[in-house]
C-alpha cells in the first residue's frame, strides 16, 4: 500500500534543532493519522506527535509540546516533525507511522497504527 521513509536524523548539541521528514510512496490514505513515535535503547517505543490529515488536527506528547511541531504538505504525501530546543533525552530513533482513520485527533499509541517506517536517528549532546 504505502511506503514511509524517514529521514533528516543526525547529531546535534542541545538546544539544537533538526526537521525530520516522512516521505510516503505508493498508496496514500486520502484520509489517515500520520504519527511520529521514538524508540531508546532500552525503552518502549513512544508517541511523539500526530496529524490527522482529515482536519490538520495534531496531538504531542507532554514532553515534546512546545518544542516540536508535525505537519504535513501540501499534497499530503510528506509528513514532518520541526524539533527544537533539542534535549538529551530526546536521544532515540524516530519512527513515521499512518493508518487510515476518519476521526478526529489521532491517538500517540504505538498499537493503533498499522504502517511503519524504517526510523531515522537523533542524537542529542549534552
Known amino acids: 500500500q504505502v511506503e514511509l521513509v524517514e529521514s533528516g536524523g543526525g547529531s546535534v548539541q542541545t538546544g539544537g534543532s533538526l526537521r525530520l521528514s516522512c516521505a510516503a510512496s505508493?498508496?496514500?490514505?486520502?484520509?489517515?493519522?500520520l504519527g511520529w513515535f521514538r524508540q531508546a535503547p532500552g525503552k518502549e517505543r513512544e508517541g511523539v506527535a500526530a496529524?490527522?490529515?482529515?482536519?490538520?488536527?495534531?496531538s504531542y506528547a507532554d514532553s515534546v509540546k512546545g518544542r516540536f511541531t508535525i505537519s504535513q504538505d501540501n499534497g499530503k504525501r510528506t509528513v514532518y516533525l520541526q524539533m527544537n530546543s533539542l534535549k538529551p533525552e530526546d536521544t532515540a530513533m524516530y519512527y513515521c507511522?499512518?493508518?487510515?482513520?476518519?476521526?478526529?485527533?489521532?491517538?500517540?499509541?504505538?498499537?493503533?497504527?498499522?504502517?511503519w517506517g524504517q526510523g531515522t536517528q537523533v542524537t542529542v549532546s549534552s
Open positions: 507511522a499512518a493508518k487510515p482513520d476518519f476521526g478526529w485527533a489521532c491517538p500517540l499509541h504505538v498499537n493503533y497504527y498499522a504502517k
Open positions: 505508493g498508496y496514500l490514505y486520502s484520509s489517515a493519522c
Open positions: 496529524i490527522y490529515t482529515g482536519r490538520g488536527t495534531t
